[in-house]
């Protein structure tokens, strides 16, 4: 069983102009297809380490019964308009250490952007126990498009 899947799209933007909207914690409300992102505290990310704080709503998974609850996001990879990757920590503990992820290459449109979701280094604990994936596969593509309306529209 795979415990990665990536997407790809062809976005009419820089990677710097796409890289400026992963990097700014309301960017991230800003494309979220899945609903449950609803508003973001913190400064735009510029490093490995660096941190920002979500608001969430589960209710719009309807999946567990968790409501309204915030998420800590930490940057965990950092290439400046090439990649940006993170884990969060939040309400269960320890974090579940899944990994959502953007690589932007230069194309002759803009920009080629894949969109990962990686749970393959969840804790032993959590297996069996939380479906993953959590975010399912469309769920990516539909924020890639997202994505590109928002940064295409600039």
Not at 2 to 19: L, Q
Not at 90 to 101: K, S, V
Request: proline fraction near 6%; glycine fraction near 8%; charged fraction near 25%.
């Amino acid at each position: 069983m795979t415990e990665r899947f990536e997407v790809s799209r062809e976005i009419a933007a820089s990677p710097a102009e796409v890289f400026a909207v992963l990097t700014d914690p309301r960017g991230h409300v800003a494309i979220d297809s899945s609903g449950m992102l609803q508003s973001a505290e913190g400064d735009r990310v510029t490093a490995v380490g660096d941190r920002f704080v979500v608001h969430m709503d589960r209710e719009s998974l309807n999946d567990y019964p968790m409501g309204k609850y915030d998420v800590t996001v930490i940057i965990t990879r950092f290439m400046p308009d090439a990649e940006i990757e993170w884990t969060i920590d939040g309400q269960i503990q320890p974090p579940i250490r899944h990994l959502y992820g953007y690589r932007l290459v230069p194309s002759e449109v803009g920009t080629t952007v894949t969109s990962y979701y990686d749970w393959s280094q969840i804790e032993e604990r959590y297996r069996g126990k939380v479906d993953f994936p959590i975010i399912p596969e469309a769920g990516l593509r539909a924020t890639l498009g997202i994505l590109a309306r928002t940064v295409e529209g600039r």
